[in-house]
Each structure stands twice: as C-alpha cells, then as structure tokens.
C-alpha cells in the first residue's frame, strides 16, 4: 500500500468514525465527550494501523527493490565468468583483473541500494550490513587472487555478508 493511499483510508476511517459519532441529535454533553473520545481514540488506532501497514509495505518495496539490484549484480558476476577466458592455469594478474572486476560489480551494488532511502525500522540494519560489506570487499581486495583458493576450497569470505542479508529479506543478495 503505497503512502497515499494509506493516507486516503485513514481519512476515510476516520471520517466514518465522526460520522458515527454525530448519528444522533439526542446525545448529552457527557456522551458528547465520550463519542469525542472513543473517535479520538479510533483517530489514534486507525493512525497507529495505517502506519504499521504502511511501513510493512515501504519494507516490502524496499526489500523487492534491494532483491532486484542483486538480482541484477549477480547476473553482471556471472556474465563475468561466462564471458571469461580464464582457465585453470590463469595468471595471478589475470585472476587480479577478474577480481578487480568482480569487486566493482559488487560495489555497484552496495553504491545503487545504498542511493535508496531505507525503508523505516531497516536503515540502522541495513547501514551496518553494507559497510559489513564494503570492509568485507577492501579485505577480499587486499588477499588479491587468494580470493580464488579461497572460493576453490570452499570458504566463502563474504558468508557473513550473505547471512545477514538473508537476515534483512534481502535473499537474493545473499546468494
């Protein structure tokens, strides 16, 4: 549900609940204040639930979009691999340059989710995890081809990355 039509069902609630509220002429001045108050207390329920639903929904699209920007950087990585020469017996510089290649893939990423703002309750998590992920890349950047061994034997150095993504609905980004 998108913000403003979260905005229009409020109103239109609320509105429903003033409108109940005033269906009779007969009503005293105390249940004159006790109607103010029960819709009073309606306004604040209705506001309260619109904006949970709101944020739910702000947190889905968000985390549709953030799936979508791995989505598409994975399929950028593996087109690298794809399109690749490399073989068994690569040099150490042309494992570096493929390195070098994969790592701006993976900046693009962490660069176009970070451009989007956080849906609300997501941006503290999500700030930690792209610079998780931007620390974790320097490293890998630093081991240079070691990065290969390391994938070859089964260690993953971006396993943590991956896990909290899979944490933060992000799945796609965790694969």
């Known amino acids: 549900m998108t913000t403003s039509i979260a905005r ?16 009779t002429d007969s009503t005293s001045a105390t249940d004159s204040t006790s109607a103010t108050d029960s819709t009073s207390a309606t306004d604040s329920a209705t506001d309260s639930a619109t904006d949970s639903a ?5 947190a889905a699209e968000y985390r549709t979009a953030v799936n979508s ?7 950028r ?10 073989g068994p017996k690569a ?3 042309q ?5 070098d290649r994969i790592l701006a ?4 990423q962490i660069n176009e989710i970070d451009a989007i703002d956080a849906a609300e309750g997501l941006a503290t998590d999500v700030d930690a995890w792209l610079a998780e992920s931007r620390t974790t890349a320097e490293a890998v950047r630093s081991g240079g081809a070691a990065f290969f061994e390391q994938q070859a034997s089964g260690v993953n150095p971006f396993a943590a990355v991956n896990a909290n993504a899979v944490e933060l609905g992000f799945n796609a980004c965790g694969e």
């Open 8 to 23: 229009t069902l409020a109103i239109c609630l609320i509105a429903g609940g003033a409108l109940t509220g005033c269906a």
């Open 54 to 58: 709101t944020d739910s929904a702000n």
């Open 69 to 75: 920007i791995c989505t598409a950087g994975n399929e």
């Open 77 to 86: 990585i593996e087109a690298l691999f794809s399109n690749s020469s490399l």
């Open 91 to 93: 040099s150490e510089p």
């Open 95 to 99: 494992l570096v340059e493929m390195l």
């Open 105 to 108: 893939a993976i900046g693009d």
